[in-house]
């Protein structure tokens, strides 16, 4: 495969330093090592520490090298919270990298990708990518407006929302290629317009060359520890877990076991109160930890909690990043997600319950206590096994490179035509 030049425009790209995601950056890496040159463009606003990150007091762009990966760095207004403060963040980002601040001493690219959840970024990579001459490829993440629609209890009516609809639009029917997570979003792109021949699914994974195998098992003789960790948010569904533990405590399991719920976000202040309130003493917060410290803090768990609340979106597929560092780890898991492809229930490597029933949720944490341990090591085995077939970053990369081959393949063919 001929080498390419690569732009990955996403708002939200971060590094191992950071305690989120870091998708692009192991992409990216494992592209590199394939020939590939790769360029990372993304926001210096850290909306986690509320603090811009990698750009010196004054500086409208840079770039740093993270790990091997080059990224370009563009300064955009800070913010707090969701309100009109970070749409001001995520217009100002995409207005100065479609037009591309920063990059004129840049090599020139062969493919430029553009990667949602927000659509402004996505579009700004789409005309980026035309004033360049070269193919756009859509990364698409989430589907917005939609989920803001169906879980944020927004009017599809609402200016906003008929705005970012058009935008969607126009992405589906003018990306060369797109990649998505979600293996069923190829019927969403077709319904709006798209070509579901130009579509590469391409979920979420690890590093599984960087994850420890065979992790021990916390001391025996400690309460049988079940672990969350990630964003404490609106759509993460957290309320489910505390009101579970406190359905434990009522029945009489709250010694015994520890519910660690490690992470931030815009819904921890409300959470820890919902959890005083309910008198819940078996939960316990935690401040995030760095992506690359994470496994040695996943290591502390007997299993995982996957939780989202409940919406019609989801099937379409979710790819949450959690949920494969969490069965890479040979943890099983408590997979309450309302999503047709349950990758839980498929290896065999967990509980599934419902979306948002916390008794369900109770029911599935005291049986996954009272398994003996060697059926819980055999899920965690299958979960590991399946994150190796199926969500290795090494394979999916090649799986992204691939893609990437088409829609130079497809502009170039287009032009000539």
Not at 40 to 55: G, P
Not at 143 to 172: F, N, T, V
Not at 397 to 403: H, I, M, Q, S
Request: proline share 7%.
């Amino acid at each position: 495969m001929r080498q390419m030049r690569i732009w990955i425009i996403h708002h939200y790209a971060y590094t191992p330093s950071q305690s989120a995601g870091t998708r692009h950056h192991a992409i990216a890496r494992e592209l590199i090592d394939r020939g590939h040159e790769v360029l990372i463009v993304a926001c210096s606003f850290y909306h986690k520490s509320h603090r811009h990150m990698n750009l010196e007091p004054g500086r409208t762009w840079g770039r740093t090298v993270e790990d091997g990966v080059p990224f370009h760095w563009i300064r955009a207004p800070g913010y707090r919270g969701n309100g009109l403060g970070r749409v001001a963040n995520m217009l100002v980002f995409a207005h100065r990298a479609g037009q591309g601040a920063g990059l004129d001493d840049a090599p020139a690219p062969d493919v430029v990708v553009g990667s949602s959840p927000d659509l402004f970024t996505a579009d700004a990579a789409r005309r980026l990518a035309r004033r360049r001459g070269v193919p756009f490829v859509l990364e698409l993440r989430d589907l917005w407006p939609d989920i803001l629609i169906e879980m944020g209890g927004r009017s599809r009516r609402h200016p906003m929302m008929a705005w970012m609809s058009r935008i969607e639009g126009r992405l589906y029917r003018d990306c060369d290629h797109c990649i998505s997570a979600m293996q069923g979003a190829d019927r969403h792109i077709e319904s709006l317009g798209g070509d579901p021949e130009r579509f590469t699914w391409v979920p979420n994974a690890v590093p599984l060359d960087r994850i420890p195998r065979d992790s021990p098992l916390p001391p025996t003789g400690t309460p049988f520890t079940f672990m969350y960790a990630g964003v404490l948010g609106f759509y993460n569904s957290l309320e489910t877990v505390i009101d579970a533990s406190a359905e434990l405590e009522r029945r009489g399991l709250g010694d015994r076991a520890l519910v660690r719920i490690v992470g931030d976000g815009n819904h921890r202040a409300r959470l820890e109160h919902r959890a005083r309130q309910a008198g819940v003493r078996m939960i316990r917060f935690e401040d995030a930890v760095p992506k690359r410290e994470v496994y040695a803090r996943l290591a502390e768990a007997h299993a995982f909690l996957m939780v989202l609340r409940r919406a019609p979106v989801f099937r379409f597929d979710v790819s949450p990043n959690k949920l494969w560092d969490y069965m890479a780890m040979q943890r099983p898991t408590i997979y309450a997600i309302g999503n047709p492809y349950d990758p839980v229930r498929k290896a065999n490597a967990g509980i599934s319950v419902p979306p948002e029933d916390p008794v369900a949720m109770a029911d599935a944490m005291e049986r996954m206590m009272s398994l003996p341990e060697s059926e819980r090591l055999e899920m965690g085995r299958r979960a590991r096994a399946h994150v190796a077939e199926h969500h290795d970053f090494g394979r999916l990369a090649r799986r992204f490179e691939a893609a990437l081959s088409r829609a130079i393949t497809h502009r170039s063919l287009r032009t000539s035509a």
